[in-house]
């Protein structure tokens, strides 16, 4: 696969805990490093493997994982985990930003008012996703209704088809 060299120029590696609103205005596709095979690809693409190598050592702080601007795209390589910037279309039809975690958008996080507001798929963080929501709502005003959403990523599945749909947290559909 050939990248640009203005691809190459713009990437850059973050902490996990600094993939915000920002980073996603600067880059819309992020993965995070967790599997040591990802340099081949990522040499690939044009860049020096020790520079990335130092790169993740220095982004990598503690037990924290870090992440990089994913250079591939339409399909995306396989990775552990892709957050792609997203347009998130509230329930009362308000427009918000955010991103998606990987293909079948099993998290999807809001950013609303210098605030992260992360929400998952899976049915055991019920308590936890009903809690973010009433602080994303009570951040919004007092006739937001926010759940469910649509999303959009302007990227495609392998398949062809667009990264976008619906989503409900605590379900596999909304």
């Known amino acids: 696969m050939v990248i640009d060299a203005k691809a190459i120029a713009a990437f850059r590696v973050l902490p996990e805990s600094q993939l915000d609103e920002e980073a996603f205005d600067d880059f819309p596709v992020w993965s995070e490093h967790y599997d040591f095979d990802e340099i081949e690809e990522i040499v690939g693409w044009g860049l020096d493997r020790e520079h990335v190598l130092g790169l993740f050592d220095a982004n990598s702080p503690g037990s924290e994982h870090c992440v990089y601007t994913l250079l591939q795209s339409n399909p995306f390589p396989p990775r552990m985990r892709i957050f792609i910037r997203a347009t998130i279309s509230a329930a009362d039809g308000r427009i918000l930003k955010g991103r998606v975690m990987n293909e079948d958008a099993f998290c999807l996080e809001i950013f609303y008012g210098g605030e992260r507001y992360i929400f998952s798929r ?41 990264i976008a749909g619906s989503f409900m947290y605590g379900t596999k559909q909304a």
């Open 122 to 162: 899976h049915p055991m963080l019920e308590s936890g996703n009903q809690a973010k929501e009433r602080l994303l709502l009570k951040a919004l005003g007092p006739d937001a209704r926010v759940f469910p959403v649509r999303y959009e990523t302007g990227f495609c599945h392998a398949d062809g088809a667009a």
